[in-house]
């Protein structure tokens, strides 16, 4: 019997794994831990939110206090983490609202995880969700493996490289038990329309302006996010204990060409001439810092554990493109109230 505390599970990728471990393992009480911000949304957890073995706390990271109820009442005994703030541009916008939640929340959920368990620490898990961010940017060629060096180059990344570095101090020095992966970019369902691929579904429907940073020419390596759920429960079980996994698509895109692809699916399913919506692309003021490429080799995770992605990239964006024209009510509350400003102010004068 296992207590599950899956903390940021009302987000994109934490809502995903809730389900899967909800669904997947009805024996386990799976507990929801998120302080629902802009990016939290229980909606896309309406489907199992009866189920029995699935609660709701709605609870900040910083708040040590409820943190410790939370254990004590529900009988904690491993955490899977991902609650953070996660957008880079936002990061580059107020830098301190991730040092808070990235950073001190996490160090708030390791200390209540050391104290509510010292009693015998081996018998616990604190399975830590981090990004591939945190090692900086690739040129042409290359991919991050788990010892590559950490570089990180903005403010988000600082601050996950900061928790990944205070989870790995917890387990040399308490002895915690900790795993630890870090992921490429994930597309799918439920993301918030801030991030590249929601962002622009949205803007295709809206005919609205599709705001390309810089050249065009940024690498990321994709992933579909059910595969990313299916790694983080892998790893959950089967990971060696105090290691760190990558987590990627074997899936590489310069931005412009993912996009235009998005584009041509898209003018299909609208019925649409084909090359309208190609019209809408807008090249505007880079990123600061953009990191020019991430790609992830997934070796590890593979020759050990036997995890590898399951949709190809063509299925995973024409579910994720369906999803999306099927649940434009999701999309119209996400895009309600204080969307405009945040859009507003992220993109005027670019
Ligand atoms: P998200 O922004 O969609 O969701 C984050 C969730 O955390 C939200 O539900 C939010 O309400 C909650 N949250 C934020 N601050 C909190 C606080 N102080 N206390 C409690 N809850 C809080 O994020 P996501 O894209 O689903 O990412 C989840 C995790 O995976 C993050 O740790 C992120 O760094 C990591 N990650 C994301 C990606 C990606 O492509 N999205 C890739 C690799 C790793
Ligand atoms: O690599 C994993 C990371 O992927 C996660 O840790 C982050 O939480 C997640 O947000 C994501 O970070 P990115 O910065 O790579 O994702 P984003 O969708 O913001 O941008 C993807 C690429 O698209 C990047 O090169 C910037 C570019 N872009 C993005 C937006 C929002 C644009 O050209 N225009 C845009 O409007």
């Given at each position: 019997m296992k207590n599950i505390l899956i903390t940021g599970g009302a987000g994109f990728i934490g809502s995903h794994v809730v389900r899967l471990f909800v669904n997947k393992y009805p024996n386990y009480k799976i507990v929801n831990l998120d302080a629902?911000?802009?990016?939290?949304?229980?909606?896309?957890?309406?489907?199992?939110?009866?189920?029995?073995?699935?609660?709701?706390?709605?609870v900040n990271l910083l708040d040590a206090d409820a943190l410790k109820t939370v254990f004590t009442t529900h009988n904690i005994t491993d955490v899977i983490h991902l609650a953070a703030e996660s957008h880079v541009d936002r990061s580059i916008l107020s830098p301190l609202d991730f040092v808070y939640t990235n950073?001190?929340?996490?160090?708030?959920?390791?200390?209540?995880?050391?104290?509510?368990?010292k009693a015998d620490l081996?018998?616990?898990?604190?399975?830590?969700?981090s990004t591939d961010e945190v090692y900086g940017a690739l040129g042409e060629t290359g991919l991050f493996t788990e010892t590559t060096p950490y570089s990180p180059n903005s403010p988000y990344s600082a601050s996950k490289a900061s928790s990944d570095h205070f989870v790995r101090a917890y387990a040399?020095?308490?002895?915690?038990?900790?795993?630890?992966?870090?992921?490429?970019?994930?597309?799918?369902?439920?993301?918030?329309?801030?991030?590249?691929?929601?962002?622009?579904?949205?803007?295709?429907?809206?005919?609205?302006?599709?705001?390309?940073?810089?050249?065009?020419?940024?690498?990321?390596?994709w992933l579909f996010v059910i595969d990313h759920a299916v790694a983080i429960d892998t790893i959950f079980h089967n990971g060696k204990i105090n290691e760190t996994y990558n987590i990627g698509g074997f899936n590489e895109w310069k931005n412009i060409d993912l996009i235009k692809v998005m584009c041509k699916q898209m003018d299909a399913k609208l019925g649409r001439s084909i090359g309208e919506s190609e019209q809408l692309i807008t090249y505007i003021k880079d990123r600061p810092g953009h990191d020019r490429r991430y790609a992830i080799d997934a070796t590890k995770i593979n020759k050990e554990l036997g995890w590898k992605p399951s949709v190809t990239f063509e299925e995973g964006l024409a579910i994720t493109i369906d999803w999306y024209?099927?649940?434009?009510?999701w999309l119209n509350n996400v895009t309600s109230g204080n969307y405009a400003n945040y859009y507003e102010n992220m993109y005027a004068g670019r």
């Open positions: 629902l911000t802009y990016a939290g949304n229980l909606e896309n957890l309406k489907d199992i939110d009866q189920s029995p073995n699935y609660k709701f706390e709605k950073i001190v929340g996490t160090v708030n959920l390791l200390n209540t995880a050391k104290e509510f368990w081996t018998k616990h898990l604190f399975y830590h969700v040399e020095t308490y002895h915690m038990n900790t795993v630890i992966s870090n992921c490429s970019n994930n597309y799918g369902p439920n993301h918030f329309p801030e991030k590249l691929i929601p962002l622009f579904i949205n803007n295709i429907i809206n005919k609205k302006p599709l705001p390309v940073y810089g050249d065009g020419l940024y690498t990321r390596d024209l099927q649940n434009t009510e």
